[in-house]
Nanobody, 117 residues
Framework: QVQLVESGGGLVQDGGSLRLSCAAS????????VNWFRQTPGKQRELVAT???????NYLDSVKGRFTISRDNAKNTVYLQMNSLKPEDTAVYFC???????????WGQGTQVTVFS
């Protein structure tokens, strides 16, 4: 059974930083792709960042230069370091992993990030 557990969300002032963590069981992150998505009420879920099995990273244009996705293989955990946060970054952030062997996607439960000005 695959479980993705996010942590690290919270309330932060405009310009502040947060680091989200996504710890996995039942799936090995460094042989699959892992993403961070975010969603606000009434809007579609938005892809924020990706780290592939080879370590290649990609970002939503609006977070480039502010957010960094990384992976700790020993802990089987993926992080999203978010700096220079803006109110428009407020959302529920979801960790998601794509198991490449079966093209099955798994989701965490989400963690709320709220940026106030």
């Amino acid at each position: 059974q695959v479980q993705l557990v996010e942590s690290g969300g919270g309330l932060v002032q405009d310009g502040g930083s947060l680091r989200l963590s996504c710890a996995a069981s039942g799936i090995i992150f460094n042989v699959n792709n892992v993403n961070w998505f975010r969603q606000t009420p009434g809007k579609q879920r938005e892809l924020v960042a990706t780290i592939t099995k080879s370590g290649t990273t990609n970002y939503l244009d609006s977070v480039k230069g502010r957010f960094t996705i990384s992976r700790d293989n020993a802990k089987n955990t993926v992080y999203l370091q978010m700096n220079s946060l803006k109110p428009e970054d407020t959302a529920v952030y979801f960790c998601s992993a794509l198991r490449l062997a079966t093209m099955t996607r798994y989701w965490g439960q989400g963690t709320q990030v709220t940026v106030f000005s």
